[in-house]
T-cell receptor, first 110, second 108 residues
Framework: DVKVTQSSRYLVKRTGEKVFLECVQD?????MFWYRQDPGLGLRLIYFSYDVKMKEKGDIPEGYSVSREKKERFSLILESASTNQTSMYLC?????????FGPGTRLTVT | RKEVEQDPGPFNVPEGATVAFNCTYS??????FFWYRQDCRKEPKLLMS???SGNEDGRFTAQLNRASQYISLLIRDSKLSDSATYLC?????????FGRGTSLIVHP
């Protein structure tokens, strides 16, 4: 059974803080993804990675960066959190097509 | 035009009803499709893959119509626990494209 874990379920941060969201998968998947999900907008891809140290921008990369130093771990970084980054953040991993999601982190920026 | 489109609903049905959702896609070269289920405030979970020949898993049937570029999900004998949002997904590359989801509410 694929397991994707995320470092926090709920997080509250202040505007301007640096925020780290971490994701770990245990199935040796090549591909990892970070999405945000907002009501009415669906899932939007922020960044993805298809290998260690490789990263590609998704649809909404502005204000975010990522790091993939190990195959099982993919981190999302908000360099200076803003209120419009309040959202549900979902990490996923895949071997080919089928994605497996972590439980999500609900981030509130005040 | 969005690549994968779904009616957001909500579809409000009584227990025991049969309900069907469609999802249209714009890329005719798309090779693989999936349905995911997402419960309120939870992550999406893979429900089933959609094959050219169709796919059935218990009360759930998924169909692909390449000529008209849509996929469908049929749920028979709806249960209260089927209440969720159903996401249509186009695969075929390592970056899938998600629809915005169709909300289903099954009431007693």
């Amino acid at each position: 059974d694929v397991k994707v874990t995320q470092s926090s379920r709920y997080l509250v941060k202040r505007t301007g803080e640096k925020v780290f969201l971490e994701c770990v998968q245990d199935m040796d998947h090549e591909n990892m993804f970070w999405y945000r999900q907002d009501p009415g907008l669906g899932l939007r891809l922020i960044y993805f990675s298809y290998d260690v140290k490789m990263k590609e921008k998704g649809d909404i990369p502005e204000g975010y960066s990522v790091s993939r130093e190990k195959k099982e771990r993919f981190s999302l970084i908000l360099e200076s959190a803003s209120t419009n980054q309040t959202s549900m953040y979902l990490c996923a991993s895949s071997l080919i097509d089928e994605q497996y999601f972590g439980p999500g982190t609900r981030l509130t920026v005040t | 035009r969005k690549e994968v489109e779904q009616d957001p609903g909500p579809f409000n049905v009584p227990e025991g009803a049969t309900v069907a959702f469609n999802c249209t896609y714009s890329n005719s070269a798309s090779q693989s499709f999936f349905w995911y289920r997402q419960d309120c405030r939870k992550e999406p979970k893979l429900l089933m893959s959609v094959y050219s020949s169709g796919n059935e898993d218990g009360r759930f049937t998924a169909q692909l119509n390449r000529a008209s570029q849509y996929i469908s999900l049929l749920i028979r004998d709806s249960k209260l626990s089927d209440s969720a949002t159903y996401l249509c997904v186009r695969g075929g590359s390592y970056i899938p494209t998600f629809g915005r989801g169709t909300s289903l509410i099954v009431h007693p």
